[in-house]
């Protein structure tokens, strides 16, 4: 029978993508821009000037199985093109799908409030973030209310690194350990969320992941209240209303607790029911072997 420790490292492997996963992820990356580049050409009144990955798939958070891939298409404003749009950025969302839709062989592309979606009909979809460069910092992406509000994903992946090479490199390995978590217990964090308060919350991970998502269930509570690292989107738990954060609470103070009871059967040398307990809290697929 394999130790608590084990099972953890073992754990880490089966949520992380793996290289089928991974390859998935960087091909529909460059197809989306493929599918760009013929929709929106030098030629036109808004050239595509990039396409790259944002969101968890480039901050190296995302778990398995991936569910969407979030990508940045930067278009270049050509002889002012955007002012067309600044009230309008709903009318630029869906000229982008329009445009999809007439140069790629998907059959399913929808806009919503601030990207457009390719659906795939296996593997995860991919979400299209429009966006404009700002004179000044940050990409101008729509709103969902025909404005346009500021956003700079890239700022917040080097914000992340950085605290990747201040609290060590287990850093990643943890957030995607309680992304597993959130997973099974009602999705009570937004995602970007919950990667800076776990970012922000330690001074230093080591390789006792149990140890510190004990911490994690305990502090968590005090340290929900984080804002963007960017500069751009505010407090990240605006949208935790006073119910779902009651609910929150309570969800990490219970897996505290067993997060307790889990380390003690640890220390005591009942490795089964150590693992039994954490299974409880990261789902069936973790090993109890």
């Known amino acids: ?24 992820v960087s091909g529909k990356r460059a197809k989306t821009e493929e599918y760009l580049r013929a929709a929106f050409p030098a030629s036109s009144d808004v050239p595509l000037n990039r396409v790259v990955l944002i969101g968890s798939a480039d901050r190296g958070t995302m778990i398995r199985p991936p569910k969407d891939i979030d990508v940045m298409a930067q278009f270049i404003d050509k002889d002012h093109a955007f002012e067309k749009y600044r009230y309008k950025s709903g009318d630029f969302l869906q000229r982008l799908r329009t445009a999809l839709s007439a140069n790629t062989q998907i059959a399913q592309i929808g806009a919503r409030g601030q990207a457009v979606r390719l659906f795939y009909t296996a593997g995860p979809y991919v979400d299209i973030a429009p966006v404009f460069k700002w004179t000044g910092n ?20 080097t914000w992340l690194a950085g605290r990747k090479s201040t609290v060590g490199a287990s850093l990643r390995p943890l957030i995607r350990l309680i992304k597993r978590w959130n997973d099974c217990h009602s999705r ?9 308060a776990v970012a ?20 968590a509570p005090s340290h929900l209240s984080v804002v963007d690292p960017a500069g751009h989107s505010g407090q990240l738990d605006d949208y935790l209303t006073w119910d779902k954060r009651q609910a929150l609470v309570a969800r990490l103070s219970s897996a505290s607790d067993r997060a307790k009871m889990a380390l003690a059967a640890e220390t005591a040398g009942n490795h089964e029911e150590a693992k039994r307990l954490w299974a409880l809290e990261l789902g069936g697929d973790f090993p109890l072997g």
């Open 200 to 219: 922000s919350m330690f001074k230093t991970v080591g390789s006792n992941y149990r140890e510190a998502l004990q911490m994690f269930f305990e502090v």
């Open 188 to 196: 009570h964090f937004h995602s970007y969320h919950l990667e800076v």
């Open 1 to 24: 029978m394999t130790t608590t420790a084990q099972a953890f490292d073992t754990f880490i492997s089966i949520i992380a993508l793996t290289d089928a996963q991974k390859a998935d």
């Open 138 to 157: 940050g990409y101008a992406l729509p709103a969902g209310d025909g404005t346009w509000m500021t956003t700079d994903p890239e700022a917040q992946a």
